[in-house]
Each structure stands twice: as C-alpha cells, then as structure tokens.
C-alpha cells in the first residue's frame, strides 16, 4: 500500500480552503490521524469518509482515487 495514492482528502481540504487542525476538531479526531489520512498513509473507514465528506460538504466519491481500467 506503500506509496500509492486512495484518497483525495488533502487536495479537498486545499480546494475548501481548510486546513487538517479544521478537519480533525470538526470530526473531534486527533490531528495525528488526520495527518495520516491527508498523506495516504493510512485511510479512514467508510463510515469516517462519509464524516469527512459531510463536514466539506462534498459527496463522498469525492474523496476518493478514481481506479478506471482502460
């Protein structure tokens, strides 16, 4: 899993002008794991992603990395 990219969540959060401190107090999450989030080094669980995707007021598809097979 290691170097590859599932969520969009750091590139949302930079689209809504917010920052991971936001994002971990809204969700009452620590920082630390917000972080671990935004870097892809690990991912949050669905229901958490649906969490993130209310508090950015994006769907939560958004979130997420496209994997379309040509």
């Known amino acids: 899993m290691s170097g590859k990219i599932f969520n969009r969540i750091k590139a949302v959060l930079a689209e809504k002008q917010k920052t991971n401190k936001w994002l971990a107090e809204t969700l009452d999450m620590n920082i630390n794991t917000v972080s671990k989030w935004c ?3 690990i991912q949050p ?14 769907e939560a598809r958004e979130l997420l990395v496209e994997r379309k097979k040509s």
């Not at 669980?45 to 994006?58: C, D, G, K, S, W």
């Open 45 to 58: 669980t669905i229901e958490t992603l649906f969490a993130i995707a209310e508090a950015l007021n994006v």
């Open 39 to 41: 870097t892809n080094k």
